[in-house]
């Protein structure tokens, strides 16, 4: 194991692919969430984009939602793939069985809504019979009417707050780590 100036032993950290997987997450998520509430009329930081790029319609970013949600999709894939066959660092002595059976289970949440939130609004606007706005004259509308759209919506948004929770568990896990038993946690994914 390497170490540092002091000689102290650095601790063990996720390798490079899935330290820039994280990361990526973390970004998209968090545009994700930008984009979701400025297209319910919450523009937020993305009001001056909606005004120059939109004319102030709020409805047109739907693609772009689709689009990061996707890739949001297909990162926690290939993250979940990419866990499965490397070894993971060992936990530091600083984290108490229970506290590793509760950064698992936050682990796993946090994985399964990484899936069903963007898997809930695919079945939004393929399953819902539901129309939107896409462009200037251009609509989308979902090619099956299988399940009724408020119900759809109901469930993206209680899955996209489940999410918001487990992130706040996983961070303050982190935090707690980092800044209250000072064991440098952070330092397994930077
Ligand atoms: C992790 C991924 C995702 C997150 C965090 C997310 C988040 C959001 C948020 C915050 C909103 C506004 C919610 C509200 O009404 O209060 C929203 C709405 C919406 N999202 Fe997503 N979303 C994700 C993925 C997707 C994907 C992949 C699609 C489609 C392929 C999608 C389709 C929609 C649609 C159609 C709406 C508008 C619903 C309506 O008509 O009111 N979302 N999303
Ligand atoms: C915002 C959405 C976030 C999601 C969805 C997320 C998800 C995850 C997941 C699934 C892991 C387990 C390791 C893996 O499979 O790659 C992990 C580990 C980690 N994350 Fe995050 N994370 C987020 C934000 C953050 C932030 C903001 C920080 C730093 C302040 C952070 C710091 C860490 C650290 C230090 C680890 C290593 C812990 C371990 O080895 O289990 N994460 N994260």
């Not at 319910?40 to 047109?60: M, Q, T």
């Not at 299988?146 to 993206?156: A, N």
Request: hydrophobic share 55%; proline share 4%; glycine share 6%.
């Amino acid at each position: 194991m390497a170490g540092d100036a002091g000689g102290r032993a650095l601790p063990p950290r996720h390798g490079v692919i899935a330290r820039v997987l994280h990361w990526l997450t973390v970004l998209a998520l968090l545009s994700q969430y930008l984009v979701g509430y400025a297209m319910i009329g919450a523009e937020g930081l993305l009001e001056p984009v909606v005004e120059e790029l939109y004319d102030g319609d709020e409805d047109l970013l739907l693609p772009v939602h689709v689009v990061i949600g996707c890739s949001i999709l297909a990162l926690t894939v290939l993250r979940f793939a990419w866990r499965r066959v490397v070894t993971l660092p060992a936990w530091p002595a600083t984290v108490t069985r229970a506290e590793q059976k509760l950064a698992s289970t936050t682990e796993r949440a946090l994985y399964a809504l990484l899936v069903l939130t963007p898997s809930s609004g695919l079945a939004l606007v393929l399953i819902s019979g539901e129309d939107w706005e896409i462009a200037d004259r251009a609509d989308w509308t979902a090619p099956l009417d299988l399940v009724d759209d408020d119900l759809l919506v109901g469930v993206h948004v209680t899955l996209q707050i489940l999410l918001l929770v487990a992130v706040a568990l996983h961070l303050g896990f982190v935090l707690k780590h980092q800044f209250v038993d000072r064991d440098r946690f952070l330092r397994r994914m930077v």
